[in-house]
């Protein structure tokens, strides 16, 4: 960590006992790293299936933070990625996972705060809308760069299944009476065409999908830790999701989806993950190209694994190395998750002089990834140098 970095925390931790300089540490961190602004660790109560919060062996190295104040938060300010074009306050990915950032007693004065600090930025705030306040919509209309992410995931008869104290009549208000305020709009696809047939059609007879609305499609993940109501779930939502895809290209082409493995199937939609990977292998071609004479072991989860061995299939000294994610297990593929436990017990390298090329997404700011293991523990185990890209 920079010496910078030490002296404001302990500057911070001295005029402020709330924070702990341990859970400050994790509190930059996740704004650093992921452009998330934790508020509290308070558990929101819904009881959403696919709530990793309490079984995540991960997210027990980060101590739960208590409701932050608002020079936290303006403390939190200084780590922001300038570049960044959002700024999402409240649940983190790793740092208070998946609470509602509407618990939090002063969560409208922190929108407020955040929005008028970075007017260039959307500010947004993910959330099952539970806990929004009706009488504040007309509040939130008046902060432009500000919206809502809605975690609708469905209104449909398994809602309840899913989300079991979930708000049925605060949604029908929000979406009736805070559209202008909906910045995305994300739905679960359970493994019934109907049902998220259903969903749609109501977003759009609400007038939803105009004005450049954002309303997203997942497919249902499951860890080995998930709870095993989930994984039935997941598996119809897994074993249907092609087909999912082509019917909403077929019958909703405005509608987004997420894209689980780089295969043709799942263009379309949204092709930001395909012009990611086209942008990093063809930076990558033009750095290894520039050095015929060494040779390049690329690393890559599953879900990029055949894109990135077909992208490189003509070049002698390039070999791409699956890593599956034997950490989480279930149906984790992506790149982000990629960890040095699983490098270390999966990979063998070709060439005794390579360079090994690895995803940035499993690092966070500090060079560490998800297990908190720095990036030079492989070089030095490998005896090699490794550019991550």
């Not at 061995?309 to 699956?322: G, P």
Request: net charge neutral; glycine share 4%.
């Amino acid at each position: 960590m920079q010496i910078a970095t030490k002296i404001r925390i302990i500057q911070f931790i001295t005029k402020n006992n709330m924070l702990t300089k341990e859970q400050f540490n994790a509190f930059i961190l996740e704004i650093a790293t992921f452009g998330n602004i934790p508020i509290s660790s308070k558990n929101c109560g819904i009881g959403c299936i696919y709530c990793k919060v309490h079984s995540d062996p991960i997210l027990k190295r980060y101590p739960p933070i208590p409701e932050i104040s608002l020079e936290d938060l303006y403390e939190g300010f200084k780590y922001v990625d300038d570049k960044s074009k959002y700024l999402r306050l409240g649940a983190g990915v790793l740092v208070a996972p998946h609470t509602d950032p509407y618990l939090h007693l002063h969560i409208y004065d922190f929108i407020k705060h955040t929005a008028d600090f970075f007017p260039k930025k959307m500010i947004t705030t993910v959330t099952t809308g539970s806990y929004i306040e009706e009488s504040k919509i007309e509040f939130l209309k008046t902060i432009p760069n500000f919206g809502i992410d809605l975690s609708l995931i469905t209104m449909q008869e398994n809602r309840e299944i899913v989300v079991p104290r979930a708000t049925r009549k605060r949604l029908d208000y929000l979406l009736k009476y805070a559209q202008s305020k909906l910045n995305k709009i994300t739905l679960m696809f359970s493994g019934n065409l109907d049902y998220l047939k259903r969903d749609l059609d109501l977003l759009h007879s609400l007038g939803i999908d105009e004005n450049n609305k954002h309303i997203l499609v997942r497919r249902i993940e499951h860890t080995s830790f998930s709870k095993n109501n989930l994984n039935s779930i997941s598996f119809d939502s897994i074993n249907g999701y092609e087909e999912c895809v082509k019917y909403l290209n077929l019958n909703y082409p405005n509608v987004v989806f997420t894209v689980p493995i780089l295969k043709d199937t799942f263009r379309g939609g949204s092709n930001e993950y395909f012009e990611q990977a086209e942008e990093r292998t063809t930076i990558l071609k033009q750095r290894i190209e520039k050095e015929q004479n060494t040779n390049f072991e690329i690393i890559c989860s599953e879900s990029g694994f055949d894109y990135f061995t077909q992208c490189f299939k003509n070049y002698q000294n390039v070999t791409v190395h699956l890593i599956t994610n034997k950490l989480y297990g279930g149906s984790v593929t992506v790149s982000g998750l990629l960890n040095h436990s699983d490098i270390k017990a999966q990979l063998k390298p070709k060439w005794s002089n390579s360079i090994l090329i690895l995803p940035y997404e499993m690092y966070n700011h500090e060079k560490c990834d998800i297990t908190g293991q720095p990036k030079n523990e492989l070089e030095t185990l490998f005896k090699r140098e490794i550019w991550t890209t």
